[in-house]
């Protein structure tokens, strides 16, 4: 036990030192102010918006809440796998008895477990703090939802973090690398905002399958709005065929940091 809590001291310093990675750690707080405060008032600018048009833009805001709490700790995560990389510590950490497979879990754990809570901590404090702001025809979308669904919908979405940050601190060489690829991947947090057309709400929505994020996110969709769609499964389906989904992935690329790291 000793021995984790000395490396979570160490993370804990490599956060606190680097003003990006501080800034990515509290980014879910950011995201639930724009949540809770900035996308209310822009609701209420928009006032005479009704209908199709105003479930919309409900439902986009809604999407990049549910995705981009989870997208920004993943860039912290491989920023903070980069660094072993900069620093060659990665050499010394394999001769160690906790060995870098064994380092590699502990990361990921506490990332994960960081990554979890932030997404329960955005969707929490936007429902106790303006869930009536959600609203469609006097429907409160956040009230369709309880606690056990923001822990259900935040442990299968907070994979996704792990699979991009393994990802991209596998490809990258350094952190110049690892700054394009999340740029570059940033395309996928938003992917799932095509379920707001109308073609996605079909059966054409598995089409975007193929992204992790897609069924998380796509299961809480459901949840807000329970409305008989062809094509729609349940919540809890969702977030299964999600969970296995990611999973996979998260071994492989697992395997790929392990391969392509240099120790």
Known sequence: MGKYLALFKYEAKTIWRDPINLYMCAFPLIMLVLAAFVFPMMFQSMGALQGTMLKAVMLLLLI?????????????????????????????IAVTPLGTPGYLKFK?????????????????????????KYSIMGVSLLRQINLLHMVSFAAVNSLFTLVLSLLQGALAKNK????????????????????????FQGNLQYVLGVFPNFWAIKGMLVQFMPMELGGNLTFPVYLIIGGAYNLLLLAAAYRLFLKKAQF
Do not use: R, W
């Open 64 to 92: 990049v809440i549910l995705a981009f709490g989870s997208f920004f700790l993943a860039a912290m995560a491989t920023f903070l796998l980069l660094e072993q990389k900069d620093e060659n510590t990665l050499h010394t």
């Open 108 to 132: 990921m754990t506490y990332i994960y477990l960081m990554s979890v809570l932030g997404n329960i901590v955005v969707l929490l404090g936007t429902k106790l703090i303006a869930a009536d």
């Open 176 to 199: 110049v690398e690892g700054f394009a690829f999340i740029k570059g991947t940033g395309i996928l947090a938003l992917l799932p905002a095509l379920l707001v057309l109308e073609a």
